[in-house]
C-alpha cells in the first residue's frame, strides 16, 4: 500500500547546490502536484502536472523545474538551492483534477538550504 | 490574500469535548476538502464535500455553498485526534489551502 512515495525525506544542501526531489505513485492518478509548506502558511502549490506529458506553474514556481517523467513519476529540481528554499515539500497525486477528487499526498521532504 | 481562512488557528480541548473548526472560502470551488496532519507531518484525506453534509466515525464536515463557509465537528473528542486540519479548496484550476487549526485534546 505504497500510495504516493517521496525521496529523499530529508535533505540539507548548501546554497547553489543543485539537487532532484523525486515522487512516484502506484494509483493510476493522472494529476500530480508539488506543494511547499511554510511555517504559518498554507500549502502552496510550486507545480502541477494535470496529466503525463503536461507541466503548469502553480503559484510559487520561481527557482524550481520539474519533470513529468511518466504517468507514475514526478520530479521536482532546484537548479541552484537558496536559503529562501528551505521548507516541506510535499508530492501529491488525485485522480482528476478539477474533478473534486481527493488528493494524496506523500510523506514530505524535509529541505534546509544553508 | 488569503483565498482560504480558516478559524481558530489553535485550540485546545478536554477530551470527550465537541470541536468545531470553520472555513471560510472566497472563491468558486468544484468541492472542498478536509486534510489531517499528524506531528512528524504526513497528510491525510478526510472529507471531500461539494454540498451538504459527511460523516466518518466521530467526524462530521458540513458545507454551505452559498455562505462560501465550511465546519468540520469532532464529536467525543480524544487525545488521539490531536493534529493540525486543514481546510483545501479545489477550484477546478488548482487547489488553495488553508494556514490550519492545530487541534490538542487534553485527556
Known amino acids: 500500500n505504497a500510495g504516493v512515495t517521496q525521496t529523499p525525506k530529508f535533505q540539507v544542501l548548501k546554497t547553489g547546490q543543485s539537487m532532484t526531489l523525486q515522487c512516484a505513485q502506484d494509483?493510476?492518478?493522472?494529476?500530480m502536484y508539488w506543494y511547499r509548506q511554510d511555517p504559518g502558511m498554507g500549502l502552496r502549490l510550486i507545480y502541477y502536472?494535470?496529466?503525463?506529458?503536461?507541466?503548469d506553474k502553480g503559484e510559487v514556481p520561481n527557482g524550481y523545474n520539474v519533470s513529468r517523467l511518466n504517468k507514475r513519476e514526478f520530479s521536482l529540481r532546484l537548479e541552484s538551492a537558496a536559503p529562501s528554499q528551505t521548507s516541506v515539500y510535499f508530492c501529491a497525486s488525485s485522480g482528476r483534477q478539477g474533478k473534486g477528487q481527493p488528493q494524496h499526498f506523500g510523506d514530505g521532504t524535509r529541505l534546509s538550504i544553508l | 490574500k488569503n483565498e482560504v481562512e480558516q478559524s481558530p488557528q489553535n485550540l485546545t480541548a478536554q477530551e470527550g469535548e465537541f470541536i468545531t473548526i470553520n472555513c471560510s472560502y472566497s472563491v468558486g470551488i468544484s468541492a472542498l476538502h478536509w486534510l489531517q496532519q499528524h506531528p512528524g507531518g504526513g497528510i491525510v484525506s478526510l472529507f471531500m464535500l461539494s454540498s451538504g453534509k459527511k460523516k466518518h466515525g466521530r467526524l462530521i464536515a458540513t458545507i454551505n455553498i452559498q455562505e462560501k463557509h465550511s465546519s468540520l465537528h469532532i464529536t467525543a473528542s480524544h487525545p488521539r485526534d490531536s493534529a493540525v486540519y486543514i481546510c483545501?479548496?479545489?477550484?477546478?484550476?488548482?487547489?488553495?489551502f488553508g494556514t490550519g487549526t492545530s487541534l490538542t485534546v487534553i485527556p
Open positions: 502536472s494535470a496529466s503525463e506529458g503536461t507541466t
Open positions: 483545501a479548496v479545489d477550484t477546478g484550476n488548482q487547489f488553495y
Open positions: 494509483m493510476n492518478h493522472n494529476s
